[in-house]
T-cell receptor
Framework: QKEVEQNSGPLSVPEGAIASLNCTYSDRGSQSFFWYRQYSGKSPELIMSIYSNGDKEDGRFTAQLNKASQYVSLLIRDSQPSDSATYLCAVLGTYSGGGADGLTFGKGTHLIIQP | GAVVSQHPSRVICKSGTSVKIECRSL??????MFWYRQFPKQSLMLMATSNEGSKATYEQGVEKDKFLINHASLTLSTLTVTSAHPEDSSFYIC???????????FGPGTRLLVL
């Protein structure tokens, strides 16, 4: 069974600071990693994808991947109140049903940006 | 691009009735679509993988006779909750990946309430 672990939080960060979200995964063979943002009552929205070791930057967001440590993180710079949401880490792999690749999600980290 | 729609966005039904939820890829073709369910304050759980032109693959613990999936074309998958009961009340979200690859995009979700 593939597992993705996240600290559920809440993680409280002052406005303008850097928010750091962490995720570990169990399947060493996983190759694709995603961060989704989910507002309450809404479906997830893709923020970042990362496939190789190192950092990937997109605007205020930076995803970091370390496959040796089976660890992926998301940094949000200059945090804004609108960044307050649940952030889901997702790993792409095969499922127990034997179907095509789907996503295994962590339980999500609830991020609160304090004005 | 890569927009996924769902219909209806919200449905209320009586216990024992069947409810059909549609998932469409609007501007791309999706050989594979995924159906997730999310209960309050919990993460998304994959229910089944829907493959165009073939039978869906269900995750362990998901009743295939209760949750009927039809993927009749490259842009449409339907999930029918048969003989719905109050415990089926949840947020149902579909996702799809283009046949050309890339990230997985989510539909806006369907909130089902069974009375």
């Amino acid at each position: 069974q593939k597992e993705v672990e996240q600290n559920s939080g809440p993680l409280s960060v002052p406005e303008g600071a850097i928010a750091s979200l962490n995720c570990t995964y169990s399947d060493r063979g996983s190759q694709s990693f995603f961060w989704y943002r989910q507002y309450s009552g809404k479906s997830p929205e893709l923020i970042m994808s990362i496939y190789s070791n190192g950092d990937k930057e997109d605007g205020r967001f930076t995803a970091q991947l370390n496959k040796a440590s089976q660890y992926v993180s998301l940094l949000i710079r200059d945090s804004q109140p609108s960044d307050s949401a649940t952030y889901l880490c997702a790993v792409l792999g095969t499922y127990s049903g034997g179907g095509a690749d789907g996503l295994t999600f962590g339980k999500g980290t609830h991020l609160i940006i304090q004005p | 691009g890569a927009v996924v729609s769902q219909h209806p966005s919200r449905v209320i039904c009586k216990s024992g009735t069947s409810v059909k939820i549609e998932c469409r890829s609007l501007d791309f073709q999706a050989t594979t679509m995924f159906w997730y369910r999310q209960f309050p304050k919990q993460s998304l759980m994959l229910m089944a993988t829907s493959n165009e032109g073939s039978k869906a693959t269900y995750e362990q613990g998901v009743e295939k006779d209760k949750f009927l999936i039809n993927h009749a074309s490259l842009t449409l998958s339907t999930l029918t909750v048969t003989s719905a009961h109050p415990e089926d009340s949840s947020f149902y979200i579909c996702s799809a990946r283009a046949t050309s690859g890339g990230a997985i995009n989510f539909g806006p979700g369907t909130r089902l309430l069974v009375l």
